[in-house]
């Protein structure tokens, strides 16, 4: 994640402290010295809607062999002993689970803070106060779109009304809420009203998601947006963040899964605004960029370990069969002890980048759903040759969605 309200505001949030702390980039066993890593648990594959870029191809259906409760607990009591700070419940719908709050619960006694990744939809006031009396710290509800453009790509008429719903029940019960909006083809035009939403309806956190090839996601590869428009995409993102802040609007704007964020950022202030982009720079040194398999992680509904929720294709272990601290740790998996130490592994642009240190090489799940390699580059990195300090001596033939 990068945080464009820290980095051109200052103002600092929750997260921050897992981000941009020193240590936050982790050591070489995935820890940092003072806590394991962040965990998503995809608690349930089962869902209420089907929405067309999830990368857990959730649907309505059931599916055998989830983890049962006693096992769930086991599993948090595991995660507890390696002192992982967060536990993200995400799915599927993971509201759909009968002993969610039961389990959301069980996180504190191990200081484990829990977070819940939904689509809103399910989220009466009755359940909003749920999630509040269960200690639930952040409620992520996600819209990707407005009105019928978002009930579209989710698959249900009124998914859209739901889920604002959902989030005004939060907002009411004093749950802290915010917005999760994955920017693809099909929505880019509603980023500006997404702004909207965020202001009329007094939405303090908001993550724009970059699109990932993993999943369902993977049919949408060719409908990821350009370089360009993704250039223009981040402009109005802090454009409307900066907006925000001189106004007085406490929000949060975060972007996720392209470290290639925080350097169009600084480079973006370099000449600007000095101050700000010495600022920018301090703080990507000490996040280090993308942190797959070393300081986040991610568990499936079966109990499967991955380096996180998009390369689902990659297992390390099974938490039936061995701690997730175990399987962390282990580095006799090739994909384990690569992504702790991936640079001299990383190929084409990624490897020769100027701002390797910074970005770590990006997104692997995306690299490998490109080309098959799970080392070659991100072909969503955005930045143009010149500005990652690269001379090409012949076209670069590498694939970038258009």
């Known amino acids: 994640m990068i945080s464009i309200s820290r980095l051109l505001s200052g103002d600092k949030y929750f997260g921050d402290s897992l981000r941009y702390s020193h240590g936050a980039k982790g050591s070489i066993n995935g820890a940092t010295g003072k806590h394991g890593p962040v965990v998503v648990w995809n608690s349930t594959q089962t869902c209420n809607l089907k929405c067309v870029h999830c990368y857990a191809n959730a649907g309505c259906s059931r599916h055998e062999g989830e983890l049962t409760t006693g096992e769930a607990k086991k599993f948090i009591e595991d995660l507890g002993n390696f002192s992982v700070p967060v536990l993200l419940f995400s799915g599927g719908e993971p509201l759909v689970r009968d002993d969610i709050f039961e389990l959301v619960k069980y996180c504190h006694t191990f200081n484990i803070r829990p977070t819940l990744s939904t689509n809103g939809t399910l989220i009466s006031k009755e359940v909003a106060r749920k999630i509040k009396d269960s200690g639930v710290g952040y409620v992520g509800i996600s819209i990707d779109g407005i009105g019928e453009d978002n009930d579209k790509f989710r698959g249900q008429k009124g998914a859209f009304d739901n889920a604002v719903k959902g989030i005004r029940n939060c907002k009411e019960a004093g749950q802290r809420v915010g ?224």
């Open 179 to 402: 917005l999760r909006f994955t920017i693809n083809s099909h929505n880019l035009d509603s980023l500006t009203d997404i702004f909207y939403l965020i202001k009329e309806e007094n939405i303090d956190r908001v993550c724009f998601y970059h699109l990932v090839y993993s999943g369902r996601g993977l049919d949408m590869l060719k409908e990821d947006i350009t370089h360009e428009e993704t250039r223009e995409a981040m402009d109005l993102i802090i454009g409307k963040t900066l907006d925000f802040h001189n106004k007085g609007f406490k929000k949060e704007i975060l972007t996720v899964d392209n470290h290639a964020d925080g350097i169009y950022l600084y480079l973006k202030y370099r000449q600007e605004n000095p101050e700000i982009a010495r600022n920018v720079l301090d703080l990507l040194s000490i996040n280090g960029g993308n942190r797959t398999g070393i300081a986040f992680g991610e568990v499936d509904s079966l109990g499967f370990v991955h380096p996180d929720q998009f390369t689902q294709n990659h297992t390390l272990g099974n938490i039936k069969e061995t701690s997730f601290k175990d399987i962390w740790t282990d580095m006799n998996h090739p994909i384990t002890a690569g992504l702790k130490n991936r640079k001299p592994l990383l190929k084409g642009r990624c490897s020769k980048c100027k701002w390797l240190d910074l970005c770590n090489g990006n997104f692997r799940a995306r690299a490998e759903a490109v080309t098959g390699d799970f080392w070659e580059s991100d072909p969503a990195c955005f930045l143009t040759d010149k500005e990652i300090g690269l001379e090409l001596t012949e076209p670069d033939k590498t694939y970038y969605p258009q």
